[in-house]
């Protein structure tokens, strides 16, 4: 059974179309698995599973094979799934981000509603014996 760090390291390479070709699916129990278009004919899916047990998984010609007349260890479909899978993670890491509360500032009510030229500039004269002015 392959690495799966040396099928990330293939996946780099992958294409954005490529991995446009691939789209999160899940069994019914939960467990995610990829739907990857095939390069030959866009009319046929091929499904990329793993597990723990059997590693990858396709049911491409290769992947029922086992793999074993794949140069890489797996067939194209599951690198272009771990590819699809990685751009996810890095999307999802980048929501995250952005849905992060902005830093409070300890800018006091009257600051934050007040236009700066008002805040900036010294008191009118006819207003500094005002009761309201310090």
């Known amino acids: 059974m392959i690495a799966l760090n040396v099928i990330r390291e293939y996946a780099k390479s992958i294409s954005p179309e490529d991995i446009g070709r691939a789209h999160k699916c899940f069994e019914a129990n939960g467990t995610p698995f990829y739907m990857v278009e095939s390069s030959r004919d866009a009319l046929v899916e091929h499904k990329v599973c793993w597990s723990k047990e059997h590693g990858f998984t396709c049911t491409c010609e290769s992947g029922q094979r086992g793999f074993s007349n794949c140069r890489k260890g797996v067939c194209q479909h599951a690198i272009i799934a771990v590819a699809a899978s990685a751009e996810e993670q890095a999307a999802m890491k980048e929501q995250i981000a952005l849905n992060q509360p902005a830093p409070v500032s300890h800018v006091s009510s009257t600051e ?11 008191v009118a004269s006819h207003m500094q014996l005002s009761p309201c002015e310090k």
Request: avoid cysteine; charged fraction near 0%.
């Open 112 to 122: 934050q509603s007040a236009p700066a030229w008002i805040l900036n500039h010294p």
